[in-house]
């Protein structure tokens, strides 16, 4: 954001610990209405909030569960070394969690896989490679089911009131070229975006993989869904 540049003034320090906010990333909040800033935190003081807001309602953002990746992979390997003090802080105070939202996130990506195997490689990805349209919506029982995409990357978000997840595919057509050279590739998609309790996302992973086939007709106004 352009006005992210402006600000910060040297010397400002984050309106929540006082840390000085030069040289370090910034998080601005903005008024409801975003018509002006509230308040200017660091970084710390920005996933603090994010972590707050997970103990507090359970639900998995996309934030949350970028964190938590990232802290399995540094408590696994055992390597704090390149974190400034605060985070190591962060991390060793909210290991529990954070291993709790990483699990769940591994498990929640086992029934997306289960996805990729039930719906997208049979016969979604021939449909997205056989049509123009780029918007696409579908439904399922409890769910509305958007896919987009772009540049060999297609999203898929199954969407309910309150809750949703976006899985991410390759639409790459693997060649008989490739098999020779890589043996048999089995692709994998992944999670792109996140916002549901563990629970909700895996009831509506769970759903979509019971379906027959998701019946997916063009719809103009689904753009970048999910994102
Ligand atoms: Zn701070």
């Keep these: 954001m352009a006005s992210d540049m402006l600000s910060v003034k040297p010397g400002q320090k984050c309106a929540r610990c006082t840390q000085c906010l030069d040289n370090s990333s910034y998080s601005i909040i903005y008024t409801k209405n975003c018509e002006s800033i509230k308040e200017v935190i660091c970084g710390i003081c920005n996933i603090v909030e994010y972590m707050d807001d997970y103990k507090k309602s359970g639900i998995i953002t996309t934030r949350i569960m970028m964190e938590a990746s990232l802290a399995k992979y540094r408590f696994e390997e055992g390597n704090f070394s390149s974190l400034r003090e605060e985070y190591r802080q962060f991390y060793l105070q909210n290991k529990v969690p954070l291993l709790k939202v990483a699990n769940d996130v591994e498990e929640i990506k086992n029934l997306v896989d289960k996805f990729e195997d039930k719906h997208w490689l049979p016969y979604l990805k021939k449909y997205w490679n056989e049509t123009t349209d780029r918007g696409h919506i579908a439904d399922s029982q409890n769910c509305t089911i958007m896919m987009w995409g772009s540049a060999g990357r297609v999203l898929i978000t199954a969407e309910e009131p309150a809750d949703n997840i976006t899985m991410i595919f390759s639409d790459y057509v693997t060649t008989e070229e490739d098999i020779k050279k890589y043996g048999n590739m ?25 379906m027959k086939k998701i019946k997916f007709h063009p719809k103009e106004s689904v753009k970048l869904a999910g994102l």
């Design 186 to 210: 089995t692709q994998r998609g992944g999670i792109q975006g996140i916002n549901a309790t563990k629970e909700k996302a895996v009831d509506i992973m769970s759903e979509l993989i019971k």
